[in-house]
């Protein structure tokens, strides 16, 4: 049985950090492509941060880029989200998914092809 489970989420002020886990089980992770997205409260879903499979290359939205960290680790199948100076616009439901096919652009381009979803964890950011 596949799971994915979504942690860490939490309210913080702006500036402020959070670490975002993803750990999965039930498929062989490490031939996967792992990434987060997220939702804002009236908007669409959107890709945050992919990473390939071995983790040797990783894919960040410009809103995120240069404050989100993405690693994995799959001796432990987990992912792991380093989210830093967090802003009101990053408020939303982060969901981890996996996708056996494509590049970590192509995963977080779109929400198609996605083989298996987590049910995500909210991320509120405000003062």
């Known amino acids: 049985q596949v799971r994915i489970v979504e942690s860490g989420g939490d309210s913080v002020q702006p500036g402020g950090s959070l670490r975002l886990s993803c750990a999965a089980s039930?498929?062989?992770?490490?031939?996967?492509?792992i990434g987060w997205f997220r939702q804002a409260p009236g908007k669409e879903r959107e890709g945050v941060s992919c990473?390939?499979?071995?983790?040797?290359?990783?894919y960040y939205a410009n809103s995120v880029k240069g404050r989100f960290t993405l690693s994995r680790d799959n001796a432990k199948n987990t992912v792991y989200l380093q989210m830093n100076s967090l802003k009101p616009e990053d408020t939303g439901v982060y969901y981890c998914?996996?996708?056996?096919?494509?590049?970590?652009?192509?995963?977080?381009?779109?929400?198609?092809?996605?083989?298996?979803w987590g049910k995500g964890t909210l991320v509120a950011v405000s003062s």
């Open positions: 998914a996996a996708r056996g096919t494509g590049g970590v652009q192509a995963m977080c381009a779109s929400d198609r092809g996605i083989n298996y």
């Open positions: 039930g498929f062989t992770f490490d031939y996967y492509t």
């Open positions: 990473i390939s499979s071995r983790g040797g290359n990783t």
